[in-house]
């Protein structure tokens, strides 16, 4: 089953606010990525974390590799509405040559216009 | 880059029935993988390739359900006698792997919804 524990489940704001999420496990990865999943769509990435400690952005989104490894927290700047969506943390293993994703199950972020 | 494509987009069927998706990965990406999404939940792994090779499967993947990679290019997932726990969205993913060195990141296709009645 799924290990990642995203929070929060959900969120409501209005344009314009700032919006952060963040994902924990209880086992190490390697890799942390963040994707954006609309309606009846497949999940597209937004940003992707290869090293502990690594900071990285991606226009409005800024992403964090925490230290230990174990966590990843993903940051939104003045939402709009555009943003509405399901935004999924993963995460592989990367040992060995098997590189499949886990993935949380997701946020859901609704922009009040 | 045409990106990740997946046909049909939408597929309804009976209880019973065989159904068999496509997926063509970008060009030039060795790797594909398959992955199951029910409603609610992140994307669950269920199997990948390299080249034309099925690496790993996952115990998700039961003896009904079938996944080809014939010529190392687009892929096939087969379900035999579907079950209405089958509903779910199947999503299709590439990537470049070159070795260690490689952080082989996943660029997924649309999904094909089925839904079993």
């Known amino acids: 089953g799924q290990q990642l524990n995203q929070s929060p489940q959900s969120m409501f704001i209005q344009e314009g606010e700032d919006v952060s999420m963040n994902c924990t496990s209880s086992?190490?990865?390697?890799?942390w990525l963040w994707y954006k999943q609309e309606p009846g769509e497949g999940p597209v990435l937004l940003i992707a974390?290869?090293?502990?400690?690594e900071l990285t952005s991606n226009g409005r989104l800024t992403a964090q590799f925490g230290i230990t490894r174990k966590d990843s927290f993903l940051n939104i700047s003045a939402s709009i509405p555009s943003d509405v969506g399901i935004y999924f943390c993963?995460?592989?293993?990367?040992?060995?040559?098997?590189?499949?994703?886990?993935f949380g199950k997701g946020t859901l972020l609704t922009v009040n216009p | 880059d045409t990106g990740v494509s997946q046909d049909p987009r939408h597929k309804i069927t009976k209880r019973g029935q065989n159904v068999t998706f496509r997926c063509d990965p970008i060009?030039?990406?060795?790797?594909l993988y398959w992955y199951r999404q029910t409603l609610g939940q992140g994307p669950e792994f269920l199997t990948y390739?390299?080249?034309?090779?099925?690496?790993?499967k996952s115990r998700l993947l039961s003896d009904r359900f079938s996944a080809e990679r014939p010529k190392g290019s687009f892929s096939t997932l087969e379900i035999q006698r579907t079950e209405q726990g089958d509903s779910a969205m199947y999503l299709c993913?590439?990537?470049?792997?070159?070795?260690?060195?490689?952080?082989?990141?996943?660029?997924f296709g649309p999904g094909t919804r089925l839904t079993v009645l």
């Open positions: 086992s190490i990865f390697n890799t």
């Open positions: 390739f390299q080249n034309e090779a099925q690496l790993e």
């Open positions: 060009s030039e990406h060795n790797r």
């Open positions: 993913a590439s990537s470049y792997w070159g070795g260690l060195a490689y952080t082989d990141t996943q660029y």
């Open positions: 974390l290869y090293k502990a400690g």
């Open positions: 993963a995460g592989n293993k990367s040992g060995g040559s098997n590189y499949k994703l886990t």
